[in-house]
């Protein structure tokens, strides 16, 4: 059985879940707390685990004992676990109401193909099972989930070494710190080529995040202990004083979220020069900031940070002016969870000063004449072959390009001509003769399933209000 197999069939147990009213998104958060106890058992970790708050002890149980049990079990690694543990049940609470669905649910983790699943590697089992969710448009998290080949690109041409400390300030599920780590491992046959002590740094000292909803964080915990990476995962905001906290790092890889900050407030960072409610450019000057000099970062941000003024103008020229901005790849459009988000890809170093460090500016349209992507389009890596063949083998973007004119994708900006434009970044010389393909519309089955979705939570909401209204009532 392969990982793909073992992925569907854990995927498919979440219609077991349907009769509770809980969502998609909720329950991944549901299979991550008993998958992490029972993967805690099939590889011997069990030791991590306070003895009676165990796999066995749960498997032990049945009916509302089972069900009851597994709600202090939540509640007392939350509170008393230790380490990762403690951060991964923190706060966690069960949205399972019957005990049958429990049980289920138990029984079928149980029975799955462990072998197969630790042969495989259950790093990837997991990491298939939070790509699933996140293709799932009605379960929301898209906006956790950077899709895979577009951070397998980005890694392959920053190149991370060993050695460096890689940070994602906005960690999401941690996509871009375990393809960082996987790029290294491969470069370093498994870290085998390296010291103990440099494998050491490598497994505990690294790899750094911040991820501000508990749920992504927990999910993102799971994911780097499935992957052997003990790097610091932070719970909190980047754009507050923790944040600015953070060590300098060798290169930044990251996906910061879309929108305005909550409640359009300020970040609460005294060290940016430029404040700003518009998190991706609040993020931006994080992330130039947060480089030491000589590091490396690659940041997906919307069309809007190109071309946004005053302040957005402020930032682009600060960025140009602090660091080599080398490098923008106009990303296709229907890649994220919003289909109708336009973004890039910066890529720039930090210079060893702090003004005149871009010359020129390479830009790749990857956005006109392409397909439009989704479910009947996946995006793939070899979609990102030519870009990377242009962009070169040196990870600062020093490689000798070819400027392919207005018929081609690669273009060279001088630093002169993007300060004529006011410094508005957003360039745009193909003609767009429309995507290939048609634009990907829901089959009838997804709408009608979505429906049918919706009325049973909407029933299970109105059955568990009239059970507290009955229970008012014969109080």
Known sequence: MTTQDIVQKLWSLCHVLRDDGITYHQYVTELTYLL??????????????????????????????????YRELLLHLGTRGSGRVQAIFANAQTMITQPRSLNRLVDAIDALDWYSAKTEGLGDLYEGLLEKNAAEKKSGAGQYFTPRPLIDAMVRVVKPKAGELVQDPAAGTAGFLIAADRYIKEQTEGLFQLSESEQHFQRKHAFHGVELVQDAHRLALMNLMLHDIEGELALGDALSSQGAELAKADVILTNPPFGTKKGGGLPTRGDFTYPTSNKQIAFLQHVYRGLRPGGRAAVVLPDNVLFEEKVGTEVRRDLMNRCDLHTILRLPTGIFYAQGVKTNVLFFTRGQTDTGNTRAVWVYDMRSNMPSFGRRTPLTREHFAEFEEAFGSDPYGQSEREDQGEAGRFRRFRREEIEARGDNLDMAWLKDEG???????????????????????????????????????SA
């Open 435 to 473: 995507a290939r393909g048609a634009e990907e519309l829901p089959e009838p089955e997804e709408i009608a399933a979505e429906i049918m979705d919706k009325l049973r939570v909407a029933m299970a909401e109105m059955e568990g209000l009239s059970r507290a209204l009955r229970e008012d009532a």
């Open 36 to 69: 992490f106890l029972k993967m805690m058992k099939e590889t011997e970790q069990e030791k991590l685990l306070p003895s009676g708050y165990r796999w066995g002890d749960i498997e032990a149980r049945d009916g509302v004992d089972q069900l009851t049990f």
